[in-house]
């Protein structure tokens, strides 16, 4: 098992940046992909970036390209999701994901964190 705790998000205007990490804890000695998802009111959830253990293979979705960034230090068990230029559009809330697996990220992650708001003023 596998527990996800996300911090960082809030309120911010568009333009603005925001730092969102998620704390992992448990049997983190397992390899595995790590994943930002959002769900924006009234849509599905969507795919925003995932990335391996070794940082050797990142993925992002076209809408946050050049944008966000993720990052993880493998030392505090600890991914981040860099935000960027964030836009209305961007608002949702953001959820941390894990799978225990090398590469390439399934269709459905394993372990899930509680979500936080992300919230992008025009």
């Known amino acids: 098992q596998v527990q996800l705790v996300e911090r960082g998000g809030g309120l911010v205007q568009a333009g603005g940046s925001l730092r969102l990490s998620c704390a992992a804890s448990?049997?983190?000695?397992?390899?595995?992909?790590m994943g930002w998802f959002r769900q924006a009111p009234g849509k599905e959830g969507e795919f925003v970036a995932a990335?391996?253990?070794?940082?050797?293979?990142?993925l992002y979705a076209d809408s946050v390209k050049g944008r966000f960034t993720i990052s993880r230090d493998n030392n505090k068990d600890t991914v981040y999701l860099q935000m960027n230029d964030l836009k209305p559009e961007d608002t949702a809330v953001y959820y941390c994901?894990?799978?225990?697996?090398?590469?390439?990220?399934?269709?459905?992650?394993?372990?899930w964190g509680q979500g936080t708001q992300v919230t992008v003023s025009s």
């Open positions: 994901a894990a799978h225990p697996a090398t590469w390439p990220p399934p269709s459905r992650f394993k372990y």
């Open positions: 448990g049997r983190t000695y397992i390899p595995y992909i």
């Open positions: 990335r391996s253990r070794t940082g050797d293979s990142l």
